[in-house]
């Protein structure tokens, strides 16, 4: 139970407790019952509240009628030791432990028995602290409470309690059928209009309505805080995950009984962790303020937007009669919220992966429909992120084998399953093995060797890249040391960085303390980083270029040509190499557009005093052409595919290091 329900169930005017039957005791009653039970209801021994045996008896009975479905509840009369008569009414409750207890309410009962004018006099003495008040049977007040004044003030007419005069006629209708009422209903008091529940009693004997009123408008504040507590995000202030079940089971109820159809958007925000590793939570909370913002401003009128956690929000649109309908929400979520945001000082940007799924076409309950949406989703981020994916079959396989990675891959890192391969590089135009990239790979215990292409994304996303990263670097370094104790010739070990753990803020110390760590000469770890992780950010990326360069370590840009990067920036990037994609290399010779992109940049790359190396060259042709460009290194299966410690020294024996003789493997510590 949460603090709030306790705290509303204090707060409630009737008297209310617990008893456990089998026990004898009342092990929880609220304020108003502690008051009543006082010195009515059971005795205290060593702290515990007992009941008699002659309750429990009765009690024990009525449980037993209870259980063999004879009644679900009953009622019995109570009077406390000041005379007030009760109603007490109990209903089965579940203990624990297969035990059954009662949960009882008691309700004053202000019927009086016989017609006299005493008697309404002993009601008002009786009822002098509640707000109670006599009405003749035209509905003109006869007297009330000092309470009922306090509160209500002086009145003369039951009209008088309400501020509109339809809820009265209604209110006067009803008690005029009825000979007892008992309802929520607002009234109106002195200091406004507040919730009552009221109590009422009609007496052809006396010609009397007698009204009791508790004010529950603190118990009704408390309730609407629970109620948002409980389904509204309070950073956004958008309806959540438990409305969102709400509004798609009542869809899916509403789709089935009119043949409709109705779908869902499931948006994650791309590389959102990223900034709230990097600029803290006050900044990401800030940032998923201002695109809750946006998306709302993007999506129809008749669409609603929930926000399920973190940085996941649904968009749900009833009765859509086309998919497109669909799409182009995604699409004018996709437009509006790739605009920068001013956050903090700061102008960011974010995009979000969107994934789209229908009633009744990709699912027909809510559960595979959000799953389904969250496949599509997942489809659109890894495949490039600011996309969106309709459903489809097949991309159920690929959440599975997602989900089945990224729960494994936390436990691979704890576990060490991961080993580095090296590919080695080589110079032209004597061939020389003169560098090795260092490529991880992940040895699943059932799956098998596993490529970084399918779990360096999942580590990515879910952030366990940075340990894994660091991992790459040290476990790199230990090698190259390896290497160099048993005496072999200094090489160059390039490693790939992955965007987020370039922008771990403490990056370049982390290198420097492994470069310690190892003893690890710094000129002989490179590191590759791709271009658009550079142009991400392009002033910050030359400060932390900087950095390695201070510590004497090479940098190359990788797959370059593939992305975005300007020669303008490429010369105030402080690198050393170019590493020219493999998919120029691949039909170089065959596509004469392919050659004039690697002949230029071979050229540029020589004039900015830059080595250029090629990678994925597989033919003799290849290397003929990169040979006549004048590209220095090459790197590719012609040569040697990724090769594990072992094999690369072997490779190393056979291809120009005759000292290289021993297999070494560094220790995976
Ligand atoms: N078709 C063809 N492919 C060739 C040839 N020569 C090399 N390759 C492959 O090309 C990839 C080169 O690495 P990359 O472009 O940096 O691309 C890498 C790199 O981006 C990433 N990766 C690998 N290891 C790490 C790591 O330790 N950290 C990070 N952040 N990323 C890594 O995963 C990508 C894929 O790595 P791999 O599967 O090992 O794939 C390697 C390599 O096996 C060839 O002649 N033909």
């Not at 109990?90 to 009882?104: A, F, N, P, T, Y």
């Not at 408008?217 to 950073?235: G, I, K, M, P, T």
């Not at 690697?598 to 250029?612: D, E, G, I, P, R």
């Amino acid at each position: 139970m949460t603090d709030l329900t306790k705290l509303l169930q204090c707060k409630m005017p009737l008297a209310a407790w617990i008893i456990d039957v089998e026990h004898s005791s009342v092990p929880w009653c609220n304020d108003a019952a502690e008051q009543l039970l006082v010195d009515s209801l059971g005795e205290i021994h060593s702290g515990r509240r007992i009941i008699s045996d002659t309750l429990k008896e009765r009690l024990s009975l009525c449980l037993g009628a209870v259980e063999e479905g004879k009644t679900l509840a009953f009622n019995w009369p109570f009077i406390s030791k000041n005379g007030t008569r009760y109603n007490c009414t109990g209903s089965v409750i579940s203990l624990g432990d297969e035990r059954k207890g009662l949960s009882v309410e008691a309700r004053p009962v202000v019927l009086p028995s016989a017609p006299q004018h005493d008697q309404d006099a002993g009601l008002l003495r009786q009822f002098k602290t509640l707000s109670f008040v006599i009405f003749d049977m035209d509905c003109v007040c006869v007297e009330s409470s000092d309470a009922f004044k306090t509160h209500f003030g002086d009145i003369r007419h039951v009209r008088d309690l309400f501020a509109v005069s339809g809820a009265a006629n209604s209110f006067i209708s009803r008690i005029s059928k009825q000979e007892n009422l008992s309802q929520e209903i607002m009234l109106s008091a002195l200091d406004g209009v507040r919730w009552h529940r009221i109590e009422v009693s009609k007496n052809a004997l006396t010609n009397k309505i007698y009204l009791l009123a508790h004010d529950i408008q603190e118990e009704r504040d408390h309730e609407v805080a629970l109620y948002r507590l409980n389904n509204y995000d309070s950073l956004t202030n958008l309806p959540n995950r438990n409305l969102l079940y709400q509004q798609l089971e009542s869809a899916l109820i509403n789709a089935r009984k009119r043949q409709r159809e109705f779908g869902i958007l499931y948006l994650d925000l791309d590389g959102f962790k990223v900034i709230n590793d990097n600029f803290g939570h006050r900044v990401g909370d800030e940032l998923i303020q201002r695109v809750a913002e946006r998306i709302k401003a993007s999506i129809p009128s008749g669409a609603c937007l929930y926000r399920l956690g973190g940085d996941e929000f649904v968009v749900v649109l009833e009765n859509t009669h086309a998919i497109e309908e669909l799409e182009n929400i995604a699409t004018s979520i996709m437009q509006n919220a790739s605009n920068t945001y001013p956050v903090a000082k700061m102008e960011m940007m974010i995009t979000a992966s969107i994934g789209i799924a229908s009633y009744p076409s990709h699912a027909d309950d809510v559960d595979n429909l959000l799953k389904n949406a969250d496949a599509a989703m997942y489809r659109a981020k890894s495949t490039g992120h600011n996309l969106y994916f309709v459903y489809e079959n097949k991309m159920a396989d690929n959440i599975n084998a997602h989900l089945t990675l990224g729960g494994g891959l936390r436990k691979a890192i704890d576990e060490e399953e991961f080993v580095l391969h090296y590919q080695p590089k080589i110079r032209l135009p004597d061939e020389a093995v003169v560098g090795a990239e260092a490529l991880i790979r992940w040895l699943h215990p059932e799956l098998g060797m596993i490529s970084p292409d399918q779990f360096i994304p999942l580590a990515e996303e879910s952030g366990l890249i940075l340990p894994l990263g660091e991992w790459v670097i040290r476990r790199a370094c230990r090698q190259l040391q390896a290497w160099r104790e048993a005496g072999y010739p200094p090489i160059k070990l390039s490693v790939n960085l992955s965007s987020r753990q370039f922008m771990q803020a403490d990056l370049v110390d982390m290198v420097q303390r492994i470069l310690q760590e190892t003893g690890v000469d710094s000129e002989y770890l490179e590191l590759e980083l791709t271009e658009s992780m550079l142009m991400a950010d392009a002033q910050q990326s030359i400060e932390k270029l900087h950095g390695f360069r201070k510590l004497g370590l090479t940098l190359s840009i990788d797959d370059f040509g593939t992305g975005y990067s300007s020669l303008a920036y490429l010369k105030k990037f402080p690198i050393q190499t170019l590493k020219i994609d493999r998919s120029f290399i691949h039909d170089l010779g065959l596509d004469s557009d392919n050659d004039a992109i690697v002949k230029a940049t071979v050229a540029m790359a020589n004039s900015l005093n830059l080595k250029v190396i090629a990678e994925g060259v597989e033919s003799r042709a290849q290397v003929d052409v990169l040979n006549s460009y004048k590209c220095q290194e090459v790197q590719g299966y012609l040569f040697s595919k990724p090769l594990c410690s072992h094999e690369f020294a072997l490779y190393m024996d056979t291809h120009g290091f005759s000292n290289l003789s021993a297999s070494i493997e560094a220790d995976y510590v």
